[in-house]
């Protein structure tokens, strides 16, 4: 059997608070294999690592392999995107809103690398666990809303020094119950209790903040939410909550569909009626100290510029690297 030689080496990748651990194997026989150690440990919310990968090369010294490390956490974490690197800082959008974050690729990671403020995930209820999908045949049995968005975002602000981004932009987790909302909010409540300080909390009237909001939409159970004294999310409201006692921290964001109040689709400029009508609701909004989306927008840069430029606080996309782009090029 031909001799070989083995080198261990730990690599922190940056970002993600994650470790890495790879074993350098140095055969004669002038190939290297490139994998993880055998026990190696992993947090669950990192990408699996990289299948065996033989490189080429004629009897490279075991020191030079040194450099492979370097490279290590781009061949883990999906530097094939064409993304921000996770191991480059980026600046926050607090605008921006991924819409069914968890159809992507890598939920909550592409947004997190494109600078996305908020994420939307649907769940559904089954046992003990809120699974991530969007109609009950899109369950699987490791989406849950924990392992896909609680987990990393508490390990991020671990990592932050207690913030989602180091400079402390607000970040919102967007959860849209798609089961029974009275039946779910019970368990969900004790899913976030356990999860307490990376929420903002609401305490016997007093609000404690944390680098993430919960907000529930779809089916939001608003009594029980509203008479619980102790709580770690709030409400997605609707139009007709503008102008109503609700106060803010309760319901700090109003969501609607646009075509229920628009036409306008993106084809030449909006009419003056409308973007007339859509400032009108922007300063609602801000008269209550609320935050204003809308769903199902045509996803296009011709309606993101509208949205930008009449004060739409979050833009809903689909479309993570187009978004961040276009906002990066507004700044």
Known sequence: ?????????????????????????????SKCLLRPA?????????????PYTP???TSTPLSSLLVLALAAPSISCGAEDKGVPLHQPVSPL????????YHHKRPLFEALEQGFCSVEADIFLRGEKFH??????????????????????????????????PDKTRFILLIDIKSDGNEAYPVLDKLLT?????FTAHLEGRERPGPVTAILSGARPRDLVEADRTRYCS?????????SKAPAHLVPLISDKWSKHFKWRGRGPIPPAEEKRLRELVDLTRKDGRLLRFWAVPDRVECWQVLHDTGVD??????????????RSQQ
């Open 235 to 243: 409400l997605d409201g609707r139009m007709g909550d503008l102008g």
């Open 132 to 165: 991530v999908a969007h109609t009950r045949f899109g369950i699987r049995k490791n989406r849950t809303l924990e392992e896909l968005y609680l987990k990393p975002l508490a390990e991020r602000a671990r990592a932050n020094g207690g913030n989602i981004y």
């Open 194 to 198: 356990r999860y307490d300080t990376l």
């Open 94 to 101: 607090p605008r921006a809103h991924a819409h069914n974050d």
């Open 314 to 327: 979050l833009i809903n996309t689909d479309k993570l690297r187009e978004l961040s782009r276009f906002l």
């Open 55 to 57: 490189l080429s090369m």
């Open 1 to 29: 059997m031909k001799s070989s030689q083995a080198l261990e080496v730990s690599i922190f990748v940056d970002g993600l608070g994650g470790q890495r651990t790879y074993l350098f194997t140095h055969l004669q026989t």
């Open 38 to 50: 055998r026990n190696q440990i992993r947090p669950p919310y990192l990408p699996p690592p990289p």
